[in-house]
């Protein structure tokens, strides 16, 4: 983030906190529950947000060297990332070319892939290399039957998917996704950073539940208020639009020392925590001294249930016992306040909405960023 804005962004946080207001929307957003509950709205948010649009996919740190690898599943579709003998990132649809098994599971360094089913094996930029008892196949040549190709774009530190084969993503298309925000993002220097630890879970709660949790700080003062609520002033958050996507910065108590500083000094990175809401299943948390991201995926065709993928990336790997439990410390924050106590509030709301008792709830004025994101999803959607 550029000086000016950070310049901007303090100024603004400072009129807030002396006239205890925060950012607003223009009015109250009604939200319809079904958003929540409906399985044919969950069936087109799947074939579209989740096939259309260029999604972030983790740091480049998730692949951190030649042979590194990593398989997930991408709203029904299994995808294979590679990082190849050349350097470069490439994905795959995690699929066989004999009969349909996933090549790889999980993540690791690996030289080329077996098949577990019957050993056809490929190799990390994704070609057929071997099928055992060719005879048996006449007619099928391996140059045409290596894993399909997925759109992947490594840029800034950034991995970018389009979950679509045969669909084109280039630097233009990327741009014009992120709608000003590409820049921002690329002076945080992302290529940098390690992943220090990752954690997958399935959770009772719509997809969309757990980056509504990231977007306002309303509720910090009372259902954080043995976690965050110490360190960021509750009910007080800048938003601003970038496109389908949004910057949401809510503001820790230290920027108070600030006043005493010259304003070229002034580090709005250092007194905030940032959350980039990618769009569309992505919160990029810029937490001070490292990031935390949070993808969320719905779980089979179920509108109340979600994969939550956490990855934490660190500016360097740690080095010492110290800086290990440094790192840990944080993390254990992090899951503390956003599974047990976020997450946890939603799976009961899941319940809920889907009791049927309630058409719509409400999002207030001071909670902009949610009703952003939750217009994004219905424009997306719907194509209004
Ligand atoms: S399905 Fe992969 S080798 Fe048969
Ligand atoms: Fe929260």
Same mark, same amino acid.
């Given at each position: 983030m550029d000086k000016t804005t950070q310049i901007a962004l303090v100024r603004r946080t400072f009129a807030h906190i002396d006239a205890g207001t925060t950012d607003l929307d223009a009015e109250v957003t009604r939200n319809p529950t079904r958003a929540y509950t409906d399985p044919e709205w969950l069936a087109k948010e799947q074939s579209t947000l989740f096939r259309k649009y260029p999604m972030f996919m983790g740091l480049s740190g998730r692949l951190p060297e030649t042979g590194a690898y990593v398989a997930e599943q991408v709203a029904g579709l299994p995808v294979l990332l590679t990082r190849g003998g050349d350097g470069q990132a490439r994905a795959f649809v995690n699929l066989c070319r004999h009969r349909g098994a996933p090549v790889a599971q999980g993540c690791g360094r690996s030289a080329g892939f077996s098949c577990p089913?019957?050993?056809?094996r490929y190799d990390r930029e994704g070609r057929l290399i071997a099928i055992p008892d060719q005879r048996s196949f006449p007619g099928i040549d391996r140059e045409s039957r290596g894993l399909i190709p997925l759109p992947l774009l490594e840029k800034n530190g950034m991995l970018w998917l389009l979950p679509e084969p045969g669909a084109a993503l280039d630097d233009s298309v990327l741009d014009n996704h992120l709608q000003g925000l590409g820049a921002e993002l690329s002076?945080?220097?992302?290529?940098?950073?390690?992943?220090?630890r990752s954690e997958v879970f399935e959770r009772a709660?719509?997809?969309?539940m757990p980056i509504d949790t990231f977007l306002e700080a309303y509720h910090f003062a009372t259902l954080h208020r043995d976690t965050v609520a110490p360190i960021f002033f509750p009910n007080l958050c800048l938003f601003d639009a970038f496109g389908l996507n949004h910057r949401e910065a809510v503001i820790r108590r230290?920027?108070?020392?600030?006043?005493?500083? $010259? %304003?070229?000094?002034?580090?709005?990175v250092r007194h905030t925590a940032i959350s980039y809401q990618l769009f569309p299943n992505t919160v990029l948390v810029m937490q001070a001294d490292h990031v935390e991201t949070w993808r969320l995926f719905p779980a089979g065709d179920r509108p109340d249930r979600c994969m939550v993928q956490f990855d934490c990336y660190v $500016? %360097?790997?740690?080095?010492?016992a110290k800086a290990h439990r440094y790192w840990e410390a944080n993390i254990d924050l992090a899951l503390r306040t956003v599974d047990a106590e976020d997450i946890a509030m939603q799976v009961n709301m899941e319940t809920g909405y889907l009791s049927g008792a309630v058409d719509e709830v409400l999002i207030g004025r001071n909670e902009p960023a949610l009703a952003h994101f939750q217009r994004a999803v219905h424009r997306a959607v719907t194509g209004d």
């Open positions: 089913y019957h050993a056809w002076a945080y220097e992302f290529g940098g950073y390690s992943l220090y709660a719509n997809w969309k230290s920027i108070e020392e600030l006043r005493e500083q $010259p %304003e070229e000094q002034w580090d709005f $500016p %360097e790997p740690p080095a010492t």
